[in-house]
Structure formats: C-alpha cells, structure tokens
C-alpha cells in the first residue's frame, strides 16, 4: 500500500503556506535526482556568475561588529572636519579703516585715501560711501576702479563682496563733484 503525503504538511508536520510547498516540493523533487556531472566547457568567462547556477549570496555586515562600524564612522569624520578646518576665517581681527565726511571743493577732481589698519592683507567684505545725491565719483580698491553714481539717499551700501587688499594696495575715493564725501571699507585681517 502506498501512502500519498499531505502537501499542506512538511517532512516534520508543520504546515506551509503556498510558497512554501512549492518550494518544499522543489526541493523533494530534486533531492533524489541522479547527480551525474557532464564534462563540458564553461558557458561564461572567468570572474562572471552563471545566473542558472546562483551562488549563495555573502553579505559581509560590518555592523556586526561594533568597535569596525565606530572606526569607520570616525575615520570619515575626522576626513570631513579636515575639510572645514582649510574654509574656517579668522574674524577675530575686523578692519574697519573709515575716512569721516571731508569736504571736497575746487575745479579739479578731489581725491582722499584711507591708510590700512593691519600690516598683512585685509579681506574687505562692505563699503559704504556717503556724499551729495547724484556725485560723480570713483573708487580705487587695489587694481579695481570703479566709476560710480551717488543715489538719491546720499549712501552707497557695497555689501556681500570679498576683497583682499594687501598693505600697499591703494584705497582711493575721487569725487569730481563737491560735497561731503565719506568712505568706510569693512572685513578681517587674514
């Protein structure tokens, strides 16, 4: 007498899901199947996976071991802070070189400078320039000359730029019209 065995039911009694059977009768059918090995040459180079023959996937979890994962973490990071240490300014040191509101009369053009306040190279990031609405004037920082207008407000805000002055770039305001002109350059020293 043969006796058929329960497909919902394993080798051990425990009863499978749908994909479980399949995979149970899968490996039923194949676990008695003859082995024989048939010489033949390889299909694929050598390196590359045979996707007919799956290999048993290894997945190495370096979190598994804990004083690795914390190396690794802080091995990054101290790569990451290496990058911000070389972007990090020094503002410790501010330029402030000012030139109050001088009178600037005549027939020619009327110039004053202003002298540097350290003795290395200063990073100037705003100007201001007071003087008469509508003055005609130009402003020499280091090789930059810059012909400007005098709005309506009689200030000029430059703002969000970075110079960088060294102790014998000129600091120059020409005014061609009169007026009370003043000039402010702002920073750090670097």
Do not use: C
């Not at 091995?75 to 300014?89: P, V, Y």
């Not at 990073?123 to 004037?137: Q, R």
């Not at 000039?183 to 750090?188: A, Q, R, S």
């Amino acid at each position: 007498m043969v006796t058929i065995p329960d497909p919902s039911q394993s080798d051990n009694g425990i009863e499978l899901n749908n994909s479980e059977r399949f995979n149970d009768h899968y490996q039923r059918q194949f676990r008695n199947a003859p082995t024989t090995m048939v010489p033949r040459s390889a299909p694929f180079p050598q390196g590359e996976v045979n996707p007919s023959r799956p290999q048993a996937v290894q997945v190495p979890d370096i979190e598994q071991v804990p004083a690795r994962y914390i190396a690794l973490a802080l091995t990054r990071l101290h790569e990451q802070l290496g990058n911000l240490a070389t972007m990090i300014k020094d503002h410790s040191r501010l330029v402030d070189n000012y030139q109050p509101q001088m009178p600037l009369s005549g027939e020619s053009e009327l110039t004053f400078s202003l002298q540097p306040q350290w003795e290395g190279s200063e990073i100037i990031e705003s100007i201001i320039i007071t003087g008469p609405p509508a003055g005609v004037f130009t402003l020499q920082l280091g090789d930059r000359v810059w012909p400007l207008v005098m709005p309506a407000a009689g200030i000029l805000p430059i703002t969000n730029i970075a110079l960088l002055l060294n102790r014998d770039d000129n600091r120059i305001l020409t005014a061609t019209a009169p007026g009370n002109y003043s000039l402010e350059l702002m920073g750090h020293y670097t």
